[in-house]
């Protein structure tokens, strides 16, 4: 790509109201029917796109979210001004009846290149009852036909958290001939409703990883991951010839090892298995709320600024604690000394839900789990 993450975001999620007809467990906005009086108008909407060109060519990409970005009656004139700017457009709307066929058919007439929907279960009970409205999962099956009708590039994100893991294969069998271009496994950040779920172990979660490297060489789509960078770390260690094999085998003194390895040492991570190495909060990554405040993810709400009144590129540049995000040095306790920190850096968002702290080390990650482990039994 050639692009520097610390400079310029490689996406930039504007969420345009929190205004949503879905009640779903794992909401990161906790969504509501109506959106807020304080969110961002048409002009402001607009402001906040020319913001994006200072950035400089090649822009990032805009993807519009919320709640339900369907919800704004701008939706329309906000997206022609986008594109008339020259700024990459995708759309990830809810699956609610306001997403007809004909809607999906006049996304690409008007400039968007990319639908990104979600589905968390392969069967109607198991995504509804995470939805929280019946007719949701038919819908978004609907919704993908139609996607694939009108030519758009499309994505389905599909949550991974204890209460969905043991049904990942079986929604990775109903979307083999989908049409989709990415399918990228979310692992929960407990923030927002998502708090009510409960997370996957370290031990499961790199399980589930390594099936998904496995499923990955052979899957007519991208396989990706969202909120769980050590995929790239695991995808490294794999390509990483001796050293990679005994880090698989998590022993405390490889353990060790593997966090003083350098980082340059394999390039992990790459297109097909988990995104663009060293993307992660806050570092390729910029998000806007429905209110204008800056964030470096949506996952991660420390409000760094507001659009109404600060520079975009500033703080994303400089920002507190984006400038900190950018610098994987910075980081600390495990993921601060880890070798691989340049390619994974581990999750910000899940450290800050779990710690405070928001340079602190992912708990999600086995390597950190099995090096606390080790500690523990040390001292006792």
Known sequence: ????????????????????????????????????????????????????????????????????????????????????????????????????????????????????????????????????????????????????????????????????VDDIPAIYERLRGSGIRRWSLFFLIPMGRGAV?????????????????????????????????????????????????????????TTAQVMAAPGTAVHGGGHRHGGLPGVRDGHGIMFVSHRGEICPSGFLPIVAGNVRRDSIVEVYRNGVPFADLHDPSCFHDLCGVCGYNHICGGSRARAYAATGDVLGSDPLCRLVAAEREHAATTWD
């Open 1 to 164: 790509m050639g692009i520097d993450f610390a400079v310029r975001p490689l996406n930039i999620y504007w969420e345009m109201t929190q205004a949503c007809d879905l009640a779903c467990r794992h909401c990161r906005a906790a969504a509501m029917p109506w959106g807020h009086p304080e969110q961002l108008t048409t002009a402001e909407g607009k402001a906040l796109l020319r913001q994006i060109l200072e950035f400089g060519a090649p822009y990032p990409h805009l993807i519009l979210t919320g709640g339900d970005p369907l919800q704004r009656a701008d939706l329309w004139e906000l997206i022609a001004e986008a594109r008339e700017l020259g700024i990459p457009v995708a759309i990830t709307p809810a699956a609610t009846p306001r997403l007809t066929q004909a809607v999906i058919g006049e996304l690409p007439a008007a400039g968007v290149s990319a639908l990104g929907l979600s589905l968390d279960g392969s069967t109607a009970a198991r995504h509804d009852g995470i939805r929280q409205v019946e007719g949701t999962f038919e819908r978004t099956l609907q919704a993908l036909g139609w996607g694939r009708e009108a030519g758009l590039a499309m994505q389905v994100n599909t949550l991974v958290s204890a209460e969905t």
């Open 197 to 253: 779920l409960q997370p996957v172990t370290p031990e499961r979660g790199e399980a589930l990883m390594g099936w998904a490297l496995d499923i990955g060489a052979e899957a007519p789509f991208v396989v990706a991951s969202t909120e769980a960078p050590s995929f790239r770390r695991l995808a490294a260690m794999r390509r990483g010839g001796a050293a990679g094999a005994a880090a698989r085998q998590f022993g405390t003194s």
